[in-house]
């Protein structure tokens, strides 16, 4: 159903590698240690993304860090941590539109997001960040004999000093030509099942207004989510609205599904829904929580992207929640179950027959990450 082709571009040569990638750009947020580390390091990719000159440091990137793709070439590309590993592959995916059926979305898209990837992609002729497509196509056999045939074209583990997911987590890179056999299989088995977005919708959407036909993609067949948590300020302190709730003292983890766990001045509550709808949007936990803690919190939907009552992590960084709202940055820290791939390709489904039907926002963080720096993908227009 969607094609997808070998890249083109430039790729980063061995000796530059480590210094080149980043985590992807919407993950670094402004004045932390981790833009501050990134920014430090010449070569890195930063300086392009979210950098003040994009232009000149692409010419210098290009002239010293990456090189040439000589030809068209997916990348398998295996991360390894901590006795877990995921495999997948970069290729350049078919952008078509969403009524077509071919890759399906599950959030809808915010202009200003768009415009921020739409404006760097004409101003440099690349795409240099990919979205995250899931599969139910049966690639993960081809991918793991390429990755047992030889040695990989890349090996590397980023130092990112702890302050990202990806730090110490092991990344290997075959590049595999779309004319050969393996490339040729990969291409004839994607080609028979949809693409659905898992991250990455604003950089889909920004290929579609900028008449590519096509873009940079990492294609996976199995991939793990996080609960995507919230600390909070609410309108009403928690603690004037706390015995409205049905809580039980409980710990700061991850809770049971239709469960979140509550954490204020040093104490954990867990908090059960009161009703589960049966419809694919209504049951997720992220809505649970907007209808049911939300109101006495005086939050209303409009206000969840305001740093004033909002701020977001991914489920590995609880620690971390604790000690925002320990030094009183947030009222109170919330921790919901993960969603399912189930649960996402159910309302990713239901949005081909309604495109009113989406995820909540802030409801998925797939985890890890994907290295952005390992390839630079050189578009086509349609």
């Known amino acids: ?40 390091r010449a070569g890195n990719l930063w300086h392009v993304t979210l950098g003040a000159d994009p232009l000149p440091a692409l010419a210098r990137l290009t002239a010293s860090s990456f090189k040439p793709l000589d030809v068209p070439s997916f990348l398998v590309y295996e991360q390894t941590w901590g006795g877990q590993r995921r495999i997948g592959v970069f290729t350049a995916t078919q952008v078509t539109d969403y009524a077509a059926g071919q890759v399906i979305r599950h959030e809808k898209v915010f202009d200003d997001k768009v415009q921020g990837r739409l404006e760097l992609t004409r101003k440099t002729g690349l ?10 196509a049966p690639i993960t056999p081809v991918l793991d004999r390429v990755a047992a045939s030889r040695a990989p074209d890349y090996d590397l583990t980023p130092d990112f000093a702890g302050h990202n997911d990806l730090h110490g987590l092991r990344s290997r890179i075959w590049l595999v030509p779309q004319a050969s056999a393996d490339g040729a299989e990969l291409t004839a088995l994607v080609a028979k099942q949809p693409l659905y977005i898992a991250d990455g919708h604003h950089r889909y ?41 049905k809580l039980t003292p409980s710990t700061w983890a991850t809770p049971a599904k239709n469960h979140v766990r509550i954490l204020h001045q040093g104490k954990a509550w867990d908090y059960a829904f009161a009703q589960v709808p049966s419809d694919v949007v209504g049951r997720l936990d992220c809505s649970c929580l907007e209808r049911e803690v939300y109101p006495h919190l005086g939050l ?43 649960e996402l390709m159910a309302v990713a489904d239901a949005g081909r027959a309604n495109p009113e039907i989406v995820m909540p926002e802030k409801s998925t963080f797939f985890a890890p990450k994907i290295l952005s720096g390992l390839v630079l993908y050189k578009h086509c227009r349609a």
């Open 300 to 342: 209303v939907h409009a206000m969840i992207k305001d740093p004033k009552h909002f701020d977001y992590y991914a489920e590995w960084e609880l620690p971390k929640m604790a000690e925002v709202v320990g030094r009183g940055d947030y009222d109170i820290a919330i921790a919901l179950h993960p969603v399912s791939l189930d």
């Open 205 to 245: 959407h920004a290929a579609l207004k900028n008449g590519q036909s096509h873009c940079l993609a990492y294609v996976v067949e199995k991939a793990a989510i996080q609960a995507y948590n919230r600390v909070i300020t609410g309108v009403q302190p928690f603690a004037e609205v706390k015995d409205r709730l």
């Open 127 to 136: 795409t240099l960040e990919p979205v995250f497509l899931l599969t139910r």
């Open 1 to 40: 159903m969607t094609a997808i082709a070998g890249l083109t571009g430039f790729v980063p040569r061995p000796e530059s590698v480590l210094e080149a990638v980043a985590p992807p750009y919407d993950v670094i947020k402004p004045g932390t240690a981790l833009e501050k580390l990134l920014q430090g």
